[in-house]
């Protein structure tokens, strides 16, 4: 498959009998969820990303990746869902986000000083 048909996949790297694919998703589609298309070596398929898909989860098509090293059927491909994050915002996006956090309740970080408290 050329890389340039998907010019924002990385094929990461063939692990034994499975390949490895960086697909990035945009903030919108990670939080809600979305249907997306990812290449195969044998075309297309689409993927199911569940709402609230965190960098870094992984979901795997079975079969579909190389041939094995024995010989025997076809490894799988599994595709590592990263978050897009622009580098920058327009005044436009700016304002979406700080909407967007002030209907987000809690500090994410929180958690981690509860745990230090209840450890001393």
């Not at 490894?75 to 994050?85: A, E, K, P, S, T």
């Not at 304002?95 to 209907?103: F, G, I, N, R, T």
């Amino acid at each position: 498959m050329s890389s340039r048909a998907w010019p924002n996949l990385r094929f990461s790297k063939r692990a034994a009998d499975n390949l490895e694919v960086e697909v990035p998703l945009s903030i919108p589609e990670a939080l809600q969820g979305a249907v997306i298309e990812v290449p195969t070596l044998n075309g297309s398929k689409r993927l199911r990303v569940a709402p609230g898909t965190k960098h870094g989860t992984v979901q795997r098509l079975r079969g579909e990746g190389p041939q094995r090293l024995n010989g025997k059927g076809r490894g799988d491909i599994h595709y590592r869902f990263v978050i897009d994050v622009p580098a920058s915002l327009s005044p436009e996006q700016s304002e979406a986000v700080d909407k967007l956090s002030q209907v987000m309740n809690g500090d994410p970080r929180a958690r981690l000083f509860a745990a230090a408290g209840e450890a001393s």
